[in-house]
Nanobody
């Protein structure tokens, strides 16, 4: 069972990136998948989540209107489109799940138990 994030990079302020989270060993369609980020010296922040089985989505206030989460169940992956990036978005981004249907833990400010290796996003001013 594995989650792997990719798609990070270095962009200028205002730029865009598309992150991908690929699952192996389980079918992510039925589970909530969250995207988190952690900057050096800071606690992890849950930025977005998509609930399983066609449920809703969640966005942190800090990214609302700029980031969009989507699913590609056929390819067993979840994407996070990052637009209008700001220097304060710089962090390691990783995807995670707690094998629950809903995004309650992310909405409540908690981490998810099973996380994948992250991808670095760096936004220059």
């Amino acid at each position: 069972v594995q989650l792997q994030a990719s798609g990070g990079g270095l962009v200028q302020s205002g730029g865009s990136l598309r992150l991908s989270c690929v699952a192996s060993g389980f079918d992510l369609e039925h589970y909530a998948i969250g995207w988190f980020r952690q900057a050096p010296g800071k606690a992890a922040e849950g930025v977005s989540c998509t609930a399983g089985s066609g449920g809703g989505t969640y966005y942190a206030d800090s990214v609302k209107g700029r980031f969009v989460i989507s699913r590609d169940n056929a390819r067993n992956r979840v994407h996070l489109q990052l637009d209008r990036l700001r220097p304060e978005d710089t962090a390691v981004y990783y995807c995670a799940t707690d094998f629950a249907l809903v995004c309650s833990r992310v909405e409540g400010g908690s981490d998810m138990d099973f996380r994948g290796k992250g991808t670095q996003v760096t936004v220059s001013s």
